[in-house]
C-alpha cells in the first residue's frame, strides 16, 4: 500500500503578522493566493504596531494622549492592518490565526504550531519567515534582577497594557529606540531619572560619511528627540561603560563609567536598549545558512535578494528543495518601512515559484534599497555599548541556567571546544528560552577563548523550540502518515525481549 | 516530601507583599475582570496580558528560579527570555507575556522546580 503525502493546506504560510507578514499576506492575497499568517500575538501589528487597532478605537482622554506620545510611526501602521484584516476569513484569502506559537519549521515547508492546548502541523507550497526582530541579549552584572527590563518591554506595557513606569527611572545603552522612548515617557509626564548613552559624540561624526539623503528625516527626527529631552531637563550622559544593576530582591541602585569616573545612581527600573537585531531561533532551527552581520553585530539568515534562504541540511534530511524565506527585520534590520517594502518583494518572488507573476518589480526592490539606505549611517552611529565588551567572570550569560562567564570560559579552556559540547556540558541554551539570551555571547566566548575568527557558531537548533505541553504532543494534528509509525503493546521492547532477559544472579 | 522545603514565602504568605511600584496606570482602570494571583484576587484590564497585570499588581517576583532561586520579573515582554514563566489555570511554565488575562483565570507564581507530578492547588 502507497501512502501519500498530505496536501499542502495553503499556497503560503507566513510566520509573524508585523508589517512584513502583513504587507506580504495582502500582496498574495490581492493574487488569489490561499494564506495561512501564524502569530504569537493577540492582533495584528508585530512589535511596532502592538494592540494598534484597539488604541484607535480607544477616545478617551488616556487613550489620546498615549496615541499622541507614540506618534505618526504607530498611526502609520493603521492602513496596511486594515487592507490585512480585509482579506482575513476571506476565500480564498488570509487564514489568521492569533496568539499561535511556532515550535517547528522544516526547509520542505512543514510548520508545527501551538494555539492554546492544541498543536499540529501546516504546510505550506512556500513558506515565508517574517517573525521580525529581538533587542540584543546585554549580559552585565545584575541584569537579572527584577526592576531590569528593556526599552521594547517599556514600549510594550504602554502599547497593551495602558502602563507607564513610576519612580526612580534610568534608561541605559543606544539606538533610535532608547530616545524615542524617553521621549515618548517625557510626553506621558515621566521624567527619568538620567539617560545614558553608550554612543560618543565621535560615532556620530564618524556615521556622518554614511549619511544618505534617505536618512535626514531620521536625523532631524533624532535631534528634534535629543532637543525636546534637553529642553525638558532630563539629565543625559554619552560614553557611558561598565554598566552594573545593584540590590537583593531588586534594582535598588546601578552604577556605571563616564568619562573614567565611576557613578552611583538609586533607581527603581532600569532600562535597557542595546539595538536590535534578527530573531534567528526559527532560521537556527530550520537549518539554514546564517552569516555575520558586522555593522549590527548579529547573526543574519543568508539570503537572496529577495529573501530566499538556503538549508544546510544534507539532502537526505530534506524531501526537495528549500521553500522558506526569510523578511523584514527577521532578514535584516531595516525597520517597519523597509520591513513593509521587503514583505512586498518576497511576496513577489513567491507568486513567481507558484508559477505566477515575473518575480519582484523593479520598484519593489527600489523601495528596499530606499529603506535601507539609512542603516549603514545608524548602524555606525549607534554600535553595540552595553554588549560590546565580553562580560567578566561573575556576570550571568545563561538567564535560564544562571551561567557565569567565567564557568563558561572554564570549561571552553578544559576542552569543550565547540558550540554543542559547551551546550551538553554546561546547560547552557538548555533552559526554557533555549539559548535566545545566551548564545550570542556563549559564541563570543568561545570564538574569544579559542581565537578563531568569521562567522560565531551556533547551537544546533532542535524542535520543539519553544515549549509545547505534552497533552499537546499526544493529540497533533497533521502529522505526516508516511513518517508516522504506531507503536502498539505488543511492540514494547519488554514484551519482545522477555526470552533473552539474562536471569538474575542470586 | 516537606511541603516548607517545596513551597516556602508565598504559598503561606497572607498577602501579595508588593514590591517596589515600577509603573502605574495611565488611567483609571475601566472594563476590568478579576484573576486569582496566588489565591488572591487581582483586577485586570480586559485585553492584556498576564504579565502586564502582574507589573501593575507590583508583584516581587513571579518565579524564583529552579537553579537558585533567585525572583524574576518579566524582562522582554515579547516572548523571547522566558523570564515571566508562571502556572495558569493548573499548567505550569507558561508566558505570561504571550497569554491573556480572563476572567476567573487562577495564577500561580513559581517556586523553583515544581514536583512535577504534585496536584496543583486552587
Known sequence: MSINAPLPDADVIIVGCGPAGMAAAVTLAEAGRSVIVLDMQPAPGGQIFRSLEANLCDTSPAGQSLLAALGPAYRAGADLIRRFRAFSGACPGIDYRPQTTVWEVRPDGTVGWLQGMNAGYVRGRQVLLAHGAMERPVPFPGWTLPGVMTAGAVQTLLKAGHLKPSGRIVLAGTGPLLLLLANQLHQLGVKPALVGRTDRLSDSVRAARHLRPGGLVPLVKGLGWLGRLKLAGVKSVTGLENLAAHGTQNVESVSFTVGGKRQTLPCDLLIVHDGIVPAIDIPNAAGLRLQWDGPNASWRPATTPDGLGASTLPPEMSAGPCVLRVTGDARRIGGADAAMAHGRVAAQAILAALDHGAGPSADALRAVGKALSVRPFLDAAFPPGLAQALPDDDTIVCRCEELTAGELREKIRSGFRNMDALRGETRCGMGPCQGRSCMVTAARLLQNETRAAGCPPTFRGRPPIRPIPLGAVATLSGLDPRATIRLTLEDKPENASEDTVDAPAE | ?122
Do not use: W
Open chain 2, 1 to 122: 516530601m516537606n511541603e516548607s522545603v517545596t513551597r516556602p514565602a508565598f504559598a503561606h504568605s497572607p498577602g501579595l507583599q508588593p514590591g517596589p511600584k515600577m509603573f502605574s496606570d495611565l488611567a483609571p482602570l475601566t472594563d476590568a475582570v478579576t484573576l486569582s494571583v496566588d489565591g488572591q484576587p487581582v483586577r485586570a484590564r480586559a485585553g492584556e496580558t498576564v504579565a502586564a497585570c502582574l507589573l501593575r499588581a507590583g508583584v516581587p517576583y513571579n518565579r524564583l528560579t529552579p537553579v537558585s532561586g533567585a525572583p524574576r520579573l518579566p524582562y522582554c515582554m515579547i516572548g523571547h527570555c522566558f523570564e515571566c514563566l508562571v502556572e495558569i489555570d493548573g499548567i505550569g511554565n507558561r508566558q505570561a507575556c504571550l497569554t491573556l488575562v480572563r476572567d476567573g483565570m487562577k495564577v500561580r507564581r513559581q517556586d523553583g522546580a515544581p514536583p512535577a507530578l504534585e496536584p496543583s492547588v486552587p
